[in-house]
């Protein structure tokens, strides 16, 4: 059974560095994720990797600032968030979906909501 737990959200000024955990219950898909959810706003992709060979896709507003990454030895999937901004304040989960490689690697939220399994989440907040 699917299980997710993140941590590692908190409170930063922007500019600032946070590194978000995703521990799993060592039954996972080979696509995972995460994403994000600001208040009044539709979730979305904020990176993907595909462990069967490590491809990666991160969306073009956290390009060259996140990095995703999973070891696999720990379950655990990891999310290291560099030069942070306001517009990155959101309730950040992690996901695992039975995603082939072209459909884990990019923004096709669609497919999550309606086969994927997401964590809690974990709130993250910039500020200025």
């Known amino acids: 059974q699917v299980h997710l737990v993140e941590s590692g959200g908190g409170s930063v000024l922007a500019g600032g560095s946070l590194r978000l955990s995703c521990v799993d219950s060592?039954?996972?898909?080979?696509?995972m994720g995460w994403f994000r959810q600001a208040p009044g706003k539709e979730r979305e992709v904020v990176a993907s990797?595909?462990?069967?060979?490590?491809?990666?896709y991160y969306a073009d507003s956290v390009k060259g600032r996140f990095t995703v990454s999973r070891d696999s030895a720990k379950n655990t999937l990891y999310l290291q968030m560099n030069s942070l901004k306001p517009e990155d304040t959101a309730m950040y989960y992690c996901?695992?979906?039975?995603?082939?490689?072209?459909?884990?690697?990019?923004?096709?939220?669609?497919?999550?909501?309606?086969?994927?399994?997401w964590g809690q989440g974990t709130q993250v907040t910039v500020s200025s």
């Open positions: 996901g695992t979906g039975p995603f082939i490689r072209p459909s884990c690697l990019g923004a096709y939220v669609d497919k999550w909501r309606g086969n994927g399994y």
């Open positions: 060592g039954y996972t898909y080979n696509c």
């Open positions: 990797i595909y462990t069967g060979d490590g491809g990666t």
